[in-house]
C-alpha cells in the first residue's frame, strides 16, 4: 500500500486464488491507517447502478461531519472521482479521477474534504463504501458534476443523473462552493 498522502489514494487489493475461486480483504484498518483512514468504521453502504453512463454524485459532508471514505468496486467498472473541497486547499476544485474494476480489485481512499461521484462505465455495477462517519442529512452537500469550474471528463456521455444530484446549484464566479 502506497505511503500517507494529502489527497485520494488508489488502492490495489491483493486477492489469493486457487481452484476453489477468489478471496481478497476489503478493509484493514492498519493498512489504511497508513494512508491516513482517520478511524473506525461508521456505515457501509452498497450500491448497484444498472445502465452504463448512469452519474452519481458528487456528494460530501460538510464538517464536523466530514467523511473519509474507501470505495471498493466489487462488480463491474466505473470512473471514480473525488473532488478537493476543503477551505484554503491549493488544490482546491481539482479533481482525481479514476477506473475502478471488480476485475482489477481497485477500491480509492478519498480523505475528509472531498466530493466524491462516480459514473458506471459497465451495465449492473456496484460499489461498497465504507464510512469513517455516519451519515448526516443537515450537513449533506454536492457539485454539478457538469460545472464548468470543475471541467470533469466523464469517459461516457452522462445518463441516469437524479433529480436531487441535477439540482445542485454550480460554483459561483468568486469560486464558492453552494
Known amino acids: ?36 483512514w482517520p478511524g473506525p468504521v461508521a456505515q457501509i453502504n452498497h450500491s448497484r447502478t444498472e445502465r452504463a453512463g448512469t452519474m452519481r454524485g ?22 471514480d472521482v473525488a473532488v478537493d473541497v476543503r477551505d484554503g486547499s491549493p488544490s482546491r476544485y481539482a479533481h482525481v479521477g479514476v477506473e475502478l474494476s471488480a476485475e482489477a480489485g481497485t477500491a480509492i481512499y478519498i480523505p475528509e474534504g472531498f466530493a466524491h461521484g462516480f459514473q458506471a462505465l459497465t451495465d449492473d455495477a456496484e460499489l461498497v463504501y465504507i464510512h469513517s462517519v455516519a451519515y448526516n442529512p443537515d450537513h449533506e452537500a454536492g457539485l454539478r458534476h457538469d460545472d464548468p469550474v470543475l471541467g470533469i ?26
Not at 437524479?162 to 459561483?172: Q, T, V
Request: aromatic share 8%; net charge positive.
Open 1 to 36: 500500500m502506497p505511503g500517507r498522502k494529502d489527497g485520494p489514494v488508489l488502492v490495489q487489493r491483493k486477492p489469493f486464488a486457487d481452484e476453489r475461486g477468489a478471496f481478497a480483504r476489503i478493509f484493514c484498518a492498519e493498512a489504511l491507517a497508513e494512508i491516513g
Open 153 to 178: 471528463d466523464w469517459p461516457l456521455p452522462v445518463s441516469g443523473v437524479s433529480a436531487r444530484d441535477a439540482s445542485h446549484p454550480l460554483i459561483d464566479a468568486a469560486g464558492q462552493l453552494p
Open 58 to 79: 458528487l456528494h460530501y459532508q460538510r464538517p464536523p461531519y466530514a467523511e473519509a471514505k474507501l470505495v471498493v468496486c466489487i462488480r463491474g467498472a466505473v470512473h
